[in-house]
Structure formats: C-alpha cells, structure tokens
C-alpha cells in the first residue's frame, strides 16, 4: 500500500499529473474576489471564510475524477483489484494522495490568501484547523464519487452532480468554525462536527469505494 | 492447480459461454482460440474473479492468480524501472536483474514507458508477470504488437521459467506460440442465444 501511495505522489509531480492544478485554482479564484466584490473592508472581512471554504471546496472537486480514470485507462485498476492488497486498502491510498495532492497545500495555502480578503486576524488558526479537519473528508467523499463514474466517458459532470451535495455539510461546519472563531463564539462545536465528518467518512467509504469499484470492474 | 468445472459466464447481462470444463497441473498450458467476440476475454476475467461466474465452479490456491489484459498497466509517466519495482512491491517481491535479460529491457530500463513503442511496452507487461511471482496465469493476446523475436522471447520465458517450473497459464492468442500446450475451441461452448440467467446487474 505505501508502494502504491509513493506512486500515485510521483505520478502527480511528474509531466502532466495535475499537482497543482488545484492549488493554482484555489489562488485565482480567491484573488479575484476582490475585484469583483471591491475593495472594502467592511464587505470582504465577514465573507472572508465562506469564500475561501467554497474555492477550497471547488478546487478539491477539480482533480476528482483523475483518481481513478487513468488507472482504468491503463488497465491498472483491474490489475490492482487482483493484487493482494485489499481493494478497500486502494480506496484509502487513492483518498489519502488525492488529499495530499490537494488538501494539505490548500490548508496551508489558504491563510496566505486569508490576507487578500482581509481576514479577521483571530481567524487564521480556525481557518487552518478546519481545514486541515474538512478536507480529509473532500478527498474520501470524493474518491467514492470517482469510483462510481469510473469507466464512464465524460463523467466529471456527473461526479460533480454526486459528489456536491455530500460536500456541504462539511462546507457548512467548515466555514461555521471560521467565522465564529473570527468573532469569538465558539468555533469548537462546528469544528468538531466537521471532524466527525471526516472521521465517519474515513471508517465507511473506503468499503463503500471498494464495493463500487468491483462491480465497474465487472 | 486449476480446476474448472461446467463454468457459464456473461459478459454485460448476456451469457456468451457455457460447459466449460477443464482441469490443469502444475507446467500445464490451455490455449483458448476461437473467432473475435466468442467470450475469450470473459472467460479469463471471470477466472481472475473480476467478475462472477452465472454457475460452476473454478477453483485454484487463494492469491495465486494473475491476469493480464490487452492493456499493460503500465504508466508513461513512469520509468521502466519504477514500473515493474511498483508492480512488484504491490506483490512483495522486488525485480530480479534476470528479469530486464529474459525481456530484452536492459537498456530500456531508465527511459520513460510513454517513449516505448507499442512493442517495447508490451515487453514490460509482460516482464510484470515474471516479477510478480504469480503461479496461475490468465493472459488475454500476450503477443499482440510483438515481433517475431520478442514472441519466441516470450514463448521461451513461458516454457522454461514459468511453466518449467510449475505454474500453469490460460492464454487467449491466435498466433502459435511454439508450446506444447492443449487447444480450447470455444466455438462450440458458445451458449444459447435465449439462455436466460445473466442478468449480473448490481442494482437490479
């Protein structure tokens, strides 16, 4: 599983493998905001965490429907099912690369950019930790959604139509955690909501992911 | 080794084959023949367990199998090297120097695989089967895009370090391999066009 992991990291900085695809994403969409809602302070601070948790949201989903289609392409993936690694063990290795391909750098790229939309400075540490906790659950939600459209010919539409909805109650208690840490509410109990999202997810999906892909591969 | 009993299999809810019986030992090769479109590939997926077969049985040691398709599996964006090390980590095992010689990859072994021709790539697929170390081989047209030479490389690998030493292998082609091996004409294993039960919808 970590051979498979170290590969699937090595494709992605190599010639066209999409590392930061995502994160280039993430950075024009939030430093348009504010040409195009103007430069006032008052507007860009309380929409601040919304805006950078939807293009984080957004920017996750982009790279979807790489994780499994070109390993279908290739016909790696049912030589990967005949292995003998678990085919829940693939699920979570291509869930966990997806996240380190696009969730860690968008975690850690998003208080940089915190500062173009001219956010609350008692925001910073809640943006980190919330998603560094959601993004987790992007990347397995989304890996499950990839696995359901594997194998079919233009299916990024239809993975986004799928995967959108199971996004938003991470979308919701992500942002809710930024902007009640932004005003000193209590930004615990959204985070650790977001948290159970993304600890469910880790414990389900994988066997559903699994499932999925053995009857594609039929 | 392998063991195939009265097997029936579907391919898309259709059943294409029926009565399929046969029984290998260790050094045993099956060739399968038969027109395009006669269940070849099926077959040989439903033995790999990629999908389920309608009735029989097939039997052979848990984890022992392998199966190899018309694609490589083979990734461009990575060396030659780095492929077959990935495959047989995946296996736990690691490449033996011996196995770049057996498929004439030795200079090969840094470039990357998306600047290999169809034939160069073929090579490593099937050099991914000598480092896996899996005894029960399903092969589905190992020679498709190989030359002459590179088919008797294969055919030689095939005779003496696999089934020379006690693996077996169903292989689909139709080019004569040069081994001494039993044919399967699947043509008269065909099933009847208003066979019912193959419905394998997953949903249904």
Redesign the interface.
């Known amino acids: 599983m ?3 992991l170290l ?1 699937d990291l ?2 992605s900085i ?4 999409g590392f930061g695809l995502g994160l280039a994403f993430f950075l024009i969409v939030v430093v348009l905001v504010p040409f195009g809602v103007g430069p006032d302070r008052a507007v860009l601070t309380p929409i601040a965490p919304g805006i950078l948790w939807v293009a984080a949201l957004l920017a996750a989903l982009l790279s979807l429907d790489r994780i499994f289609a070109l390993d279908f ?4 993936l ?8 678990p085919l829940e063990g693939v699920a979570l290795v291509k869930a966990v690369s997806h996240w380190i391909t696009t969730g860690l750098p968008l975690t850690f790229a998003a208080p940089l950019l915190g500062f173009f939309l001219n956010m609350a400075p008692e925001a910073y540490l809640w943006l980190l930790a919330s998603l560094a906790l959601g993004t987790p659950a992007l990347s397995m939600i989304g890996t499950f959604g990839a696995a359901l459209t594997v194998g079919l010919r233009r299916g990024g539409l239809l993975l986004s139509l799928l995967v959108l909805p199971l996004y938003i109650p991470t979308l919701i208690f992500g942002a809710e955690a930024v902007r009640r840490g932004a005003d000193a509410t209590g930004a615990i109990a959204p985070l650790m909501l977001s948290g159970a999202i993304t600890l469910g997810c880790l414990a389900l999906l994988p066997f559903a992911t699994a499932a999925t892909l053995r ?1 594609n ?2 | 080794m392998l063991q195939v009993t009265d097997l029936r299999c579907a391919r898309g809810g259709v059943p294409v084959l029926e009565r399929i019986s046969f029984t290998l030992q260790p050094g045993d090769a099956l060739i399968l023949r038969g027109p395009n479109g006669v269940g070849k590939t099926t077959l040989l997926r439903t033995l790999a367990g990629l999908q389920p077969a309608l009735s029989g049985t097939y039997d052979y040691a848990e984890g022992a199998g392998a199966y190899a398709s018309h694609a490589d599996g083979i990734k461009l964006a990575l060396t030659v090297r780095e492929n077959l090390t990935f495959w047989a980590q995946v296996h736990g095992r690691s490449v033996p120097d011996s196995a770049y010689d057996t498929f004439d990859l030795g200079d090969l072994r840094d470039r990357m695989a998306g600047t290999l021709s169809a034939g160069q790539k073929r090579r490593v697929g099937l050099a991914r089967l000598a480092v896996i170390g899996r005894r029960v081989l399903f092969l589905d047209e190992p020679t498709v895009s190989l030359d002459g030479f590179s088919v008797r490389m294969f055919a030689d690998w095939m005779r003496d370090h696999h089934l020379g030493q006690g693996g077996c292998a169903v292989i689909a082609t139709h080019i004569d391999l040069g081994l001494d091996a039993p044919t399967l004409d699947l043509t008269p294993h065909i099933a009847a066009a208003d066979a019912d039960g193959g419905s394998d919808e997953a949903f249904l």
Do not use: F, K
């Open positions: 970590i051979a498979l590969r090595r494709l190599r010639a066209g493998g392409e290739d016909g790696s049912p030589l990967l099912a005949t292995a003998p690694i009857i591969l039929r």
